[in-house]
């Protein structure tokens, strides 16, 4: 056994001390498993010498993914699981790497290759006040507009970005995206002739589905070039360009001459910012008529909020600006607007069960997503969503649906006693 390889499994054998790794396995340059041979659902595979250095040695979690995008390190087995090597580290009872110790002992290990060539993945430095009209814009496609064809490969057949609904856990992606979209149609309570604002419509999965199920007429808004032209392909091909408008637009650029009878937002506030949901839902709150409805379907801090610190990945290679606050803000930032809250239901297993969907999808698509992104593009987001799913399972992360109405002059919503007919 060479110096470098038993300095660094001495090195892990007290790191680790504290929090035994269960679900993972380290492999070495040279073939060997540290901690043992004991087969685990995921392998770490460390690619040189100064590997472990360059994983560990910026002490927090986003130093150790842009590791992986670097190549130092790549991960064998399910994704998911190999999170449990950051949990361990952040289970520490000095926290991540604040042990003077570890970071001197972790500094005598082989430093890292001169010059590995490999890049970090996209990322982009955003000018601008803070959720500006142009901010935003550049914010939005930055992440949408990678490539269509790259989120065909792994999304439903519908490019439904966002949690399905699952009945059983053994339900198919595209069942669960029907499902959840017939979830939003029958939360809003839609009825034939009445109008519908999609916020953030992606691909025009759901205001194809809402028009063509309910008898609707829908206009959606995205801040995304590649999908609003992907959509409004979809509403011609599915012959419904008579009642599906898809527009290049920001919310807050939305004008019309009579208020919409419901409007629904999923997976656009996480856009948003908190400090500027007073306005978001002010901005619904014009556009909706009286007795209208306002379904609001984001993710949001969980239970735990505390269990990884430092600068944040996601928003340094997947989401920039982008924020998740609690569900105790977005309802506070939703009543001052004259919002009578009706429903929360979070569905935060589902996205857990959607976003494993997603991985495994990607990963045996991953020779042609090369064909449409790099090697380290590819790794953000197989990555991310493999830490998404990790957060969802564990509570750090909900995904809140929130059913407001717009009350009448004298106070009456219009709405059933009952929530039987969703279910119906």
Known sequence: MNAAVSSTRRFLDRLFSEAPLERVSLRLWDGSRWPDDRPRPATVVLKHPGAVRSMLASRNAKGLGEAYLRNDFDVEGDIEESLEL?????SKRSGFFESLADYFRLLRLPGPEAERGARLGNSIALEGAEHSLDRDRKAVSFHYDVSNEFYQLWLDRRMIYS???????????DTAQANKLRHLCRKLRLAPGQRLLDIGCGWGGLAIFAARNFGVSVVGVTLSERQAELANERVREAGLSDRVRIELRDYREVKVADPFDAIVSVGMSEHVGRDHLPEYFRTAWAL???GGVFLNHAIGEGLQTDRFHGPS????????????PPIQVVLASAAP??????????LREHYTLTLRHWVRRLEARREDARKFV???????????????????????????????SKPMPDGATGLPLTRRDWYA
């Open 313 to 324: 990945f996601v928003n340094e290679h997947v989401f920039p600006d982008g924020d998740i």
């Open 288 to 290: 909706l008529r009286p």
């Open 337 to 346: 607007a004259g919002f009578d809250v009706r429903d929360v239901e979070n």
């Open 374 to 404: 790099d090697e380290p593009t590819y790794r953000v987001w197989r990555l991310y969503m493999a830490a998404s799913a990790h957060g969802f399972d564990h509570g750090d992360l909900g995904l809140y649906q929130v059913l407001l």
């Open 163 to 173: 949690c399905g609904y699952f009945e059983t856990p053994e339900d198919d992606l």
């Open 86 to 90: 950051a949990v361990a580290l952040e």
